[in-house]
């Protein structure tokens, strides 16, 4: 059985404004019915593959377990890293997961937010690899190119050692033009998708050689760490001292049993807005518009509107992304679409909430987002999931009126505990301790007005939360 392990860090800023760091590229729907995240899980489910194990951030935990459960899906762990470290501290700490149950056990170290257009080719193409797996190789799997790409890392593969499976010559940095331009020309040059198959007693070895102060930081953070409502939660004192360091630099480029396994299906690793242009549904012109953008005129652009009530329009365009949300619209040339991250950070410097902050906050319950803020009030709408319950708290500066817009809601305000249906509504005084239940089998929405000389989400005195948060 080989166990996924799934990669689900990341800041999110390439695709800006869709993916923001509060709610990065892989939990979105960037190209389909699941977000990346989903579709990378999903894609090794079945015959040979484990329950996949998840390292992600605190932030995103509830986001990890609400979209497994969306998709059927039960992880065999979820680690929580208390801050990204690059993807070598990650990797090593889910080996060491994997390791301490079943040293021999093969491990898939996946990024969670590829896209394959064929799961089924990608699944054999692991099971290809798995016999040099098991006598002590790292496997990686080479992509054929499809073009002179300058954006991707790309792979030199060498002789034939198993069927399929051939030795890695040389990883290469990301070429200038006329290099990627030979390397496309020559068949033993294929992309880097930075995918590794390996036992899990393999990848401790090789970081043992090439990087044992990676792999001693993170068993000793792994060591002190402790179980939380179902997840592991790495110690972060300990991790807070791990080195930072890619998995590629750290060990795969000096490892000399890495092995690649050639995958012909198209693949992506949606880097920027190019490649999800180059990813969408196009018509004969070439353009990719969402269900809310018309295009006129126009040739080799991106349209997306990513909210019902705004209608993008674009006129006589050529070779552009615009993308519009409800709180931020972004327009570049397709050739410039890779600086976005500059421009996240020059946002982000100015104190722009929107370079971070995703209009709906995602909380273990459900979510909020924010329709109207101004100096002395705030109207939200708030989701809450079947079963969910926010936590007993109170606040010290506002006042509250919920109003129950679906769904069936159950309030405690002080000792008054009641439920409130459609078109009912209930006020919270300042200083009231209160909280809000959804007992029924659907989602409860309301909106909530609040009022005060401060609103910030900091605000909150917590009593009681079944979600642990303090």
């Not at 208390?82 to 993807?87: A, D, I, K, L, V």
């Not at 937010?113 to 002590?136: S, Y």
């Amino acid at each position: 059985m080989i166990t996924p392990i799934l990669l689900c860090g990341g800041s999110g800023t390439r695709l800006w404004p869709l993916s923001r760091k509060s709610f990065p590229k892989q939990f979105g729907d960037v190209l389909g019915q699941h977000s990346l995240f989903q579709a990378s899980a999903l894609r090794f489910t079945g015959a040979g593959f484990a329950d996949p194990l998840i390292i992600t951030g605190n932030d995103f935990r509830f986001i990890v377990t609400e979209q497994l459960e969306d998709c059927g899906i039960t992880a065999s762990g979820i680690i929580i890293e208390p801050e990204g470290r690059n993807t070598a501290p990650a990797a090593i700490a889910a080996a060491l997961h994997v390791a301490a149950s079943d040293p021999e056990g093969l491990v898939l170290l996946v990024p969670s937010d590829h896209a394959v257009a064929d799961p089924a080719a990608f699944r054999a193409a692991v099971a290809q690899g798995r016999a040099a797996a098991i006598t002590g190789q790292i496997v990686t799997f080479g992509i054929q190119p499809q073009r002179a790409e300058t954006g991707y890392g790309w792979l030199e593969a060498g002789t034939q050692t198993h069927p399929g499976v051939h030795h890695l010559e040389r990883f290469i940095e990301k070429p200038n033009a006329a290099r990627a331009a030979d390397l496309f020309a020559d068949p033993r040059y294929l992309w880097n998708a930075g995918v590794f198959l390996a036992q899990a007693k393999t990848l401790i070895a090789a970081f043992a050689e090439h990087a044992p102060k990676i792999l001693a930081g993170a068993k000793a953070a792994l060591d002190l760490a402790q179980s939380d409502l179902g997840f592991t939660r790495i110690d972060p004192k300990a991790w807070a001292k791990v080195p930072e360091d890619s998995i590629d630099y750290a060990v795969m480029e000096k490892a000399r049993n890495v092995s690649v396994v050639r995958f012909e299906g198209h693949w992506s690793d949606l880097g920027g807005w190019e490649s999800v242009w180059q990813e969408s549904p196009q018509d004969a012109a070439g353009n990719a518009v969402s269900a809310h953008a018309t295009a006129f005129d126009c040739e080799n652009t991106l349209l997306r509107s990513e909210t019902d009530d705004i209608e993008l329009v674009g006129i006589g365009l050529k070779n552009i992304v615009a993308v519009a949300m409800r709180d931020a619209v972004m327009v570049a040339d397709m050739s410039d679409a890779q600086n976005v991250k500059q421009a996240v950070a020059t946002l982000k410097a100015r104190g722009a909430k929107q370079a971070v902050q995703f209009p709906k906050d995602h909380r273990p319950w459900g979510w909020y987002e924010t329709l109207i803020l101004s100096d002395r009030f705030q109207v939200k709408r708030i989701h809450v999931h079947p079963g969910a319950a926010l936590s007993l708290q109170s606040h010290v500066h506002r006042s509250e009126h919920w109003i129950v817009v679906a769904g069936t809601a159950r309030v405690t305000v002080d000792e008054k505990v009641q439920l409130l249906t459609e078109n009912q509504s209930v006020y919270i005084p300042l200083g009231a301790v209160h909280r809000m239940e959804n007992p029924g089998r659907v989602p409860m929405v309301l909106i909530e007005v609040q009022t005060g000389s401060y609103l910030g989400e900091d605000d909150i005195i917590r009593y009681e939360d079944i979600y642990a948060r303090k």
